[in-house]
């Protein structure tokens, strides 16, 4: 089945800082990647959806300049958190979906990242 | 009334049970189906996609979909302590970019 990489699955850094994640597409050309966070015991909220060389559309609430994301491959997209603070500390995970309209999202594992 | 409404939980069963997972929907222009699994501290993995009404099975899993009642549902049988885990059903329209919305999720526990 597909597989969809997602690292680091673990971090830990101080306020401040700023955090990239790497999601891959391990065996098929991803042209759409999502970003999801996800609360303890919540389902799933999308942040944002990205299409291979293009810019990301951000949903609702989601600050563009706080959550930077670069799609610059079809196997290969960053989610960035920038300056990072505690309210930012959640479970983030990414998914991919292949060529076509019948291709279902596949999700990575998942980082959770936690801000001192 | 939310577009996509899946059972409370969280359900317990002994092993050996039949397992039913069920969601309801609002929004007609949901045309494909999608149940994940997902356990503590990973991220949702793929089990069952369908995109007609009817039943799909793939080994001890069924997916049933019912677009004109807007429901559809999980069975899983001979149910094993490894599939305790919390299901999410999710859906959306046609396009290769649409957003899926997802039902809240259920914690299911198969007990030994």
């Known amino acids: 089945g597909a597989v969809v990489s997602q690292h680091p699955s673990w971090v830990i850094c101080k306020s401040g800082t700023s955090v990239k994640i790497e999601c891959r597409s391990l065996?098929?050309?991803?042209?759409?990647m999502f970003w999801y966070r996800q609360f303890p015991k919540q389902s799933l909220m999308l942040m944002a959806t990205s299409n291979e060389g293009s810019k990301a559309t951000y949903e609702q609430g989601v600050e563009k300049d706080k959550f930077l994301i670069n799609h610059a491959s079809l196997t290969l997209s960053t989610l960035t958190v920038t300056s990072a603070h505690p309210e930012d500390s959640s479970f983030y995970i990414c998914?991919?979906?292949?060529?076509?309209?019948?291709?279902?999202?596949?999700f990575g594992d998942g980082t959770r990242l936690s801000i001192l | 009334q939310k577009e996509v409404e899946q059972d409370p939980g969280p359900l317990s069963v002994p092993e050996g049970a039949i397992v039913s997972l069920n969601c309801t929907y609002s929004n007609s222009a949901f045309q494909y189906f999608m149940w994940y699994r997902q356990y503590s501290r990973k991220g949702p993995e793929l089990l069952m996609y369908?995109?007609?009404?009817g039943n799909k099975e793939d080994g001890r899993f069924t997916a049933q979909v019912d677009k004109s009642s807007k429901y559809i549902s999980l069975f899983i049988r001979d149910s094993q302590p490894s599939d305790s885990a919390t299901y999410l059903c999710?859906?959306?329209?046609?396009?290769?970019?649409?957003?899926?919305?997802f039902g809240k999720g259920i914690t299911l526990s198969v007990r030994p």
């Open positions: 065996d098929f050309q991803a042209t759409t």
């Open positions: 999710a859906m959306r329209p046609t396009g290769a970019n649409s957003k899926l919305t």
């Open positions: 369908t995109y007609s009404s």
């Open positions: 998914s991919a979906t292949g060529t076509g309209d019948l291709q279902p999202q596949h």
